[in-house]
């Protein structure tokens, strides 16, 4: 029995049917099903000990603030961060990036200063980075895309200057499947004194990810791609950076010390999380962290590699069908994009639907990628440790039915 096999009797979710069919779950870029440690830490969290952190100095308020304390040192455990404090929680990649932007960037980059980003970022890893350009009056730089989908690093020698403040890239892509390079780039990033932003929410749920290993400066990741709750994830930083850097949100639990004119800051991690945080959320994250570890990414990398490098051969069986993305199941995740002569994604998504078949339709939130494509849209199946050889094949199945719908019906549905 495959990994995929072994662990679907803990998701129940993935024992839904639709239109009486099991559901075939391959959308987990978007988000990720939960398994049943995870929804019982949750109604535990809510029916055992639900109380505010940091606060309180009663039992059921100790015994939130120590399970939430735990979960930060799980996670930096996880990362391989140096310290437990290295660990900010937000609420998913999206929140750390701009609370890297508004800090962070706000204190270092200024006028005529240069941000390097990639053109196959996800709207989170380029939104935050235009407010702050437009703020400061600094300039975004973009690696170009080849036409396989891997990053053209022969422009990386123009593109990196001693105006480089910042470089922050995604280590896997959300639509192409393509993990970058990031040690390298990082090193060349670091060679020229900037620093480095790593996007791990395509890879912290799918590879051992090591921050020491990646070398990286930021590591933003959302906890509800890796089986964990959504509203949870995090920042890892070094904590020199995180202590020179000026808060994010004002309000309760984030200062010292409160006078009418003026306030003074706690240590990191707590200077940047103002307010009472997403206690049951970020707890159960470190349950969802336990989880993968036990299962150990040796087994998920591998098993996923299996099945992407299945689905890669057999959707090229599906006439018409283009993948967007490297083809080959090298340095590649899976997340695989793929477009159909004379079928919309839409469409696609839609039948597929009929079928009990999750997969997205859309642009990802990578418009500037598709627009690299000339493509407006892509259809894209993305795995996770859950999914069998034989979904695989039911979306390839399904993908011929489609295909057969829109070439001989004059009316198509
Ligand atoms: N970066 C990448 C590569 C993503 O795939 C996503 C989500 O799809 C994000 C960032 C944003 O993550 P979140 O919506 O959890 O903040």
New binding site residues.
Partial sequence: MNLGERVRDDFPLLHRTINGKRLVYLDS??TSQKPRVVLDALMEYYHDYNANVHRGIYRIAEEATARYEESRAKLAAFLGAARREEIVFTR????AVNLVAATWGRANVGPGDEIVLTIME?H??IVPWQLLAAEKGARLRYIPVTDEGRLDLSALDGLLTERTKLVSL?HQS?VLGTVNPVRLIADRAHAMGAKVLV?G??SVPHQAVNVQALGVDFLAF?G??MLGPTGS?GLWARYDLLEAMPPYHGGGEMIMLVTLERSTYKDPPHKFEAGTPNIADSIVLGVAADYLRGIGFDAITAHERDLTAYALERLRTVPGLTIVGPAEPVDRGGAISFTMDVVHPHDIAQVLDQEAMAIRAGHH?AQPLHRRFNIAATARASLHLYNTREEIDALVDGLHAVHRMFTRSPHPV
């Avoid at 998913?92 to 929140?95: F, K, L």
Wanted: net charge negative; glycine share 10%.
């Fill in positions: 870029a978007a998913g990649t999206t929140e996800h989170s890893n995604t959300n996007d929410a395509q959302s509800h791609k994830g939130c």
